[in-house]
């Protein structure tokens, strides 16, 4: 990159299960990026994570529940994604403010106009320059997981996992900014070379000699 030059913003997204943090990964690997994630990528984060995530932590409303999570959007944009971007450098996400639509959106059934406000304040008016979506179906996540840990939100059961699932579709269909919607079906090597394809035609990738 040159000097002076904004690095881009990738984020992966999906239900749980789906595979985006295998796929992240291997995104930043090629691209030389910064990888990060959502929620827990600061100290603060860390904290916020435990009490929207752990079963354990006191019940949480679902409009406290958006503001948590849009606290930890705040301190990592600042903290994390804004640093590196203004530095040129790239970064890969592991969720960002898709996930609150979908969630706390589709899954919660809270007004998507006043999400998408407190996106836009807690992001300081960053988005995505490419949103990357994993689509798999909730059974296929589902059997993914079976046996491991489950968290608050991902112990809410078939049907709320299935509102999400659905919104993130709609969010991708609707979306004026770029998405990229893959399957995630398959083998983690065919998922990765379809990510990487059609991240090839959506933003230029870094080239060898400007990693």
């Known amino acids: 990159m040159g000097d002076g030059e904004r690095g881009r913003l990738i984020a992966l997204e999906g239900i749980d299960g789906c595979g985006k943090s295998t796929q992240a990964q291997l995104v930043a690997d090629r691209l030389g990026a910064l990888l990060t994630f959502e929620p827990g990528a600061t100290p603060l984060g860390t904290a916020l994570r435990q009490l929207v995530l752990d079963p354990g932590a006191p019940p949480v409303d679902e409009r406290a529940e958006s503001l948590l999570v849009a606290a930890d959007r705040a301190q990592h944009v600042a903290d994390v994604v804004t640093p590196a971007l203004v530095a040129g450098r790239w970064v890969v996400t592991d969720r960002f403010s898709a996930s609150t639509l979908a969630y706390q959106g589709y899954g919660r059934g809270l007004d998507r106009a006043e999400l998408d406000r407190l996106i836009d304040w807690a992001t300081a008016g960053l988005s995505p320059d490419l949103t990357v979506l994993i689509d798999v179906p909730v059974d296929v996540a ?3 997981r079976r ?10 059961g078939h049907e709320f996992q299935q509102r999400v699932a659905d919104g993130y579709r709609r969010l991708a269909a609707e979306a004026v900014t770029p998405w990229l919607v893959v399957d995630g079906t ?3 090597d065919e998922v990765a070379a379809a990510v990487w394809s059609g991240l090839s035609g959506l933003v230029r990738p870094v080239p060898d000699d400007e990693r």
């Not at 046996?147 to 809410?156: I, N, P, T, V």
Request: negative net charge; without cysteine.
């Open 186 to 188: 398959g083998p983690v």
């Open 142 to 144: 589902a059997e993914r």
């Open 147 to 156: 046996g491991s840990y489950y968290d608050r939100l991902e112990a809410e």
